[in-house]
Nanobody, 112 residues
Framework: QVQLVESGGGLVQPGGSLRLSCAAS????????MTWYRQAPGKEREFVAT????????DYADSVKGRFTISRDNAKNTVYLQMNSLKPEDTAVYYCFALKAWGQGTQVTVSS
């Protein structure tokens, strides 16, 4: 079965950076797009970024364009989210999504 395990979250000051990872198993990773979502307290889960199977195309939410970069390593079955210039409003639980499956999420807190 599909398993997605996120890591890399934590507490960071505004303006700082974090890199999230999502390790995937249970499916042929290099055939499927991968997507990051996030959910802030009291808000609905929202799209953050997505990448196609071959990394040929990427798309981002307007709120993170120019600050976040999604990438993948098909040899390692892992997708990444590099987050720079973090803002307090980026505070959320970040989830990896593929093939209708979700990871458990990793908490990102941006605060001074």
């Amino acid at each position: 079965q599909v398993q997605l395990v996120e890591s890399g979250g934590g507490l960071v000051q505004p303006g700082g950076s974090l890199r999230l990872s999502c390790a995937a198993s249970g499916f042929t990773f290099n055939l499927y797009a991968m997507t990051w979502y996030r959910q802030a307290p009291g808000k609905e889960r929202e799209f953050v970024a997505t990448i196609t199977a071959t990394s040929a195309s990427r798309d981002y939410a307007d709120s993170v364009k120019g600050r976040f970069t999604i990438s993948r390593d098909n040899a390692k079955n892992t997708v990444y989210l590099q987050m720079n210039s973090l803002k307090p409003e980026d505070t959320a639980v970040y989830y990896c999504f593929a093939l209708k499956a979700w990871g458990q999420g990793t908490q990102v807190t941006v605060s001074s």
